[in-house]
């Protein structure tokens, strides 16, 4: 992909998350990766979305560093440097405070299979990642909650396929979602929204006790 096509599509998917109720003011970001180039393109720091063109998206690289661009890139870039250097498959990624996954996210709780509507899209439970130590907050908070949720997905036993589950939330913060491309990583970010809210009302009419998980066998034919 061309560059000037890579930053086409990242700010049609920055824009993509008004249409969808994703975002909040300029709470979120949508990157794309060339990794032919080694760059990533990524939406510019509390820029509006509505009028945000291709050549408003900051290129930056491997290292977070920025190679074009007037803009400061989002402040949530060292995160997404820190998922495409740690999950190579990974081509976009999307980071929104959408409210019901970001409700979870506060409240420490992932969310489970319940359904065949999540078993599309994520095989099994979206995980959460622990809460950030003060010294990692010190240390640097962005580039910490990416390790924090490389971590969270290559330490878990068995580990978790990042291109089985594209999605995570963020003790105490938000969720990211990624994807094939940004406009993947928008779709993804779509799911896991919608996910959320099922769960959250399933919880509420499920009584006292929390409601089943979808039957494993049912999850697999509906993911594969």
């Not at 096509?5 to 975002?23: I, M």
């Not at 299979?113 to 907050?137: I, K, N, W, Y």
């Not at 580990?159 to 993804?188: C, K, M, Q, Y």
């Amino acid at each position: 992909m061309m560059l000037r096509d890579l930053r086409e599509a990242v700010a049609a998917a920055n824009r993509a998350l008004v249409e969808h109720g994703l975002v909040t003011l300029t709470w979120g970001n949508v990157s794309g990766i060339d990794r032919g180039k080694g760059l990533i393109a990524i939406k510019p720091s509390g820029v509006p979305y509505d009028g945000l063109t291709a050549a408003d998206i900051v290129l930056v690289d491997l290292n977070g560093q920025i190679a074009e661009g007037g803009l400061r890139p989002s402040s949530d870039t060292s995160t997404h440097v820190a998922l495409y250097r740690a999950f190579a498959e990974v081509g976009g990624i999307t980071h929104t405070h959408s409210t019901h996954a970001t409700a979870l996210s506060q409240a420490r709780v992932e969310i489970p299979c319940l359904g065949t509507s999540h078993a599309d899209h994520f095989m099994g439970t979206v995980p959460c990642t622990r809460q950030l130590t003060a010294e990692e907050v010190d240390a640097g908070y962005e580039a910490s909650t990416g390790e924090v949720i490389v971590g969270r997905f290559l330490q878990a036993d068995p580990p978790i396929d990042p291109t089985r589950v594209p999605a995570v939330l963020v003790a105490g913060h938000a969720p990211f979602a990624w994807g094939e491309d940004a406009a993947g990583s928008v779709r993804n970010a779509v799911a896991l929204e919608a996910c959320a809210r099922m769960a959250i009302l399933s919880g509420l009419l499920a009584g006292a006790g929390p409601p089943p998980p979808l039957e494993p066998h049912v999850l697999k034919k509906h993911h594969d």
